[in-house]
C-alpha cells in the first residue's frame, strides 16, 4: 500500500458551510477526473471544518480534512492510498491532481512552495525501510535482512544497506553499521590515546567493532564484557566489516570475551580492587527523557559509579552520549557526572556516524585527583 500526504492552504471564508460543500464537489471531480478513480462519497462534516472520504472498489481510497489552523489560512489536507505499489502511471496522474488542486479559486497561493507529496509512505512491505531518528522519520535503503531474532535479553536485527552495508538493530534502535567507523574511533579516543601496554575494559561492544580495532595497538588485555551471546554469533556472519576476525575466537593472546552481565563483573572488579587504564562503556545511548529518572537512568548511574571505582587514577572512562539535538538529555547526563563520589572532569567531541544521519557526542571523563 502507498500512501501520499498533501497539504495545501485555503482561503478563509472556504471552510464556511454553504461554500465547504462547493470546495468538496470539486475535489471529487478532480479525483474522479485526474486520479481515475471512481470513487463514493462516504461521510462529509462541516462541524469543525470538513472531511470527506472517497473509496473506490479498486482499492484506492481518499480522505480530505479541512482545519481551521492557528495560522492565517485553513489547513486542506489530502491523503491518497492506493494498492498499486510503485505504479509509475499513477504518480504522474498524482502530479497533475497537486497542480491543478494548487490553481483551484479556493487554495490561497503562497510566496514559499507548499508541502511536497513525495514520496509516498509504504505499507504492508515484508520488512520496514522506515526509522525515526530523534523525531524524524528516515526511509532507509534497505534491500533485504540479514538476520532477525529474539534473543533472551532483546530483539535482535541486522539490515542490508547498499550505500551502509549490514546495520545492527537492537530492539529497532540502529547500534551501529558497517560504515560507522567514526563511532569506533570516537568511542576510543579518536587515534589520540597510546594503548601500548595498557589494561583496557570494555562493556557491551557485541558487534566486535572495538575489539578488532584496539587488539593490534599493543594492549596488555583487553576485556569485553557483552551479555548477549546471539548478537556476536550475528555479528561475527553478518557484520564482518565491523568485527572482521576478530569474534572468530573469545580469546586470544591479549583480550577475552566474556559472555555475561558485566553489572557482575564490575562487582568483582570492585571487590577484587583490580584497576583498567581504559574503560569502554558502549553499553547503551544516554536516555532522553524529562527527568534523569527511571531503570535507564539507573543502569547508567551504576554502571558510572563503577567504573570509576575500578578505573586507574590516571585512566579515562569513554562513552557515547547521544544526538546533539538531544541537549536536554546531554545536560541531565553531565549533571550526573557531578553527583559522582570522586570528582571528575569531561571532555565531548561531536562526530558525524555515517548511518546515523546526524551528529553524535561522545565523552571522555577523568578523575579530577
Given at each position: 500500500m502507498d500512501t501520499w500526504l498533501t497539504e495545501y492552504h485555503l482561503k478563509p471564508e472556504c471552510l464556511e458551510k454553504d461554500k465547504a460543500a462547493d470546495l468538496i464537489d470539486e475535489?471529487?471531480?478532480?479525483?474522479?477526473?485526474?486520479?481515475?478513480?471512481?470513487?463514493?462519497?462516504?461521510?462529509?462534516?462541516?462541524?469543525?471544518?470538513?472531511?470527506?472520504?472517497?473509496?473506490?472498489?479498486?482499492?484506492?481510497?481518499?480522505?480530505?480534512?479541512?482545519?481551521?489552523?492557528?495560522?492565517?489560512?485553513?489547513?486542506?489536507?489530502i491523503d491518497i492510498s492506493t494498492p498499486k505499489i510503485d505504479d509509475s502511471c499513477f504518480k504522474v496522474q498524482l502530479s497533475e491532481f497537486n497542480d491543478k488542486i494548487k490553481k483551484m479559486s479556493f487554495v490561497e497561493e503562497l510566496k514559499t512552495p507548499g508541502f511536497l507529496p513525495w514520496p509516498s509512505l509504504k505499507r504492508g512491505r515484508l520488512?520496514?525501510?522506515?526509522?525515526?531518528?530523534?523525531?524524524?522519520?528516515?526511509?532507509?535503503?534497505?534491500?533485504?535482512?540479514?538476520?532477525?531474532?529474539?534473543?533472551?535479553?532483546?530483539?535482535?536485527?541486522?539490515?542490508?544497506?547498499?550505500?551502509?552495508?549490514?546495520?545492527?538493530?537492537?530492539?529497532?534502535?540502529?547500534?551501529?553499521?558497517?560504515?560507522?567507523?567514526?563511532?569506533?574511533?570516537?568511542?576510543t579516543g579518536y587515534d589520540k590515546e597510546d594503548y601500548k601496554d595498557k589494561n583496557v575494559l570494555i562493556l557491551g561492544g557485541g558487534d566486535g567493532g572495538i575489539l578488532h580495532y584496539l587488539r593490534d595497538r599493543g594492549p596488555s588485555m583487553i576485556t569485553m564484557i557483552d551479555i548477549d551471546q546471539m548478537v556476536?554469533?550475528?555479528?561475527?556472519?553478518?557484520?564482518?566489516?565491523?568485527?572482521?576476525?576478530?569474534?572468530?575466537?573469545?580469546?586470544?593472546?591479549?583480550?577475552?570475551?566474556?559472555v555475561d552481565d558485566c553489572v557482575k563483573y564490575l562487582k568483582k572488579y570492585v571487590a577484587e580492587k583490580k584497576k583498567f587504564d581504559y574503560i569502554i562503556n558502549d553499553l547503551t545511548a544516554i536516555p532522553v527523557s524529562t527527568e534523569p529518572v527511571g531503570d535507564h537512568w539507573d543502569f547508567l548511574r551504576l554502571i558510572l559509579s563503577m567504573s570509576m571505582k575500578v578505573l586507574k587514577n590516571d585512566g579515562k572512562y569513554f562513552t557515547q552520549g547521544n544526538s546533539l539535538l538531544a541537549q536536554n538529555a546531554l545536560a541531565m547526563y553531565e549533571t550526573q557526572l557531578e553527583k559522582l563520589e570522586c570528582r571528575v572532569k569531561y571532555t565531548k567531541k561531536e562526530v558525524?556516524?555515517?548511518?546515523?544521519l546526524e551528529q553524535w557526542v561522545f565523552y571522555t571523563i577523568w578523575k579530577d585527583s
Open positions: 475535489l471529487s471531480t478532480l479525483i474522479r477526473k485526474v486520479l481515475g478513480i471512481e470513487s463514493e462519497l462516504v461521510h462529509k462534516s462541516f462541524n469543525n471544518g470538513i472531511i470527506a472520504f472517497f473509496t473506490a472498489k479498486s482499492g484506492e481510497t481518499v480522505l480530505l480534512r479541512g482545519n481551521k489552523s492557528v495560522n492565517l489560512y485553513p489547513l486542506l489536507t520488512f520496514s525501510k522506515y526509522d525515526l531518528l530523534t523525531g524524524l522519520l528516515v526511509e532507509r535503503d534497505f534491500k533485504g535482512v540479514h538476520f532477525d531474532d529474539v534473543s533472551p535479553y532483546q530483539h535482535v536485527r541486522i539490515m542490508d544497506s547498499p550505500q551502509y552495508g549490514g546495520c545492527l538493530f537492537l530492539d529497532n534502535d540502529l547500534n551501529l553499521s558497517e560504515s560507522d567507523l567514526e563511532y569506533t574511533r570516537a568511542i556476536i554469533d550475528a555479528a561475527k556472519i553478518h557484520l564482518r566489516g565491523i568485527c572482521h576476525d576478530a569474534l572468530d575466537s573469545l580469546s586470544g593472546e591479549n583480550y577475552e570475551v566474556i558525524c556516524v555515517p548511518s546515523y
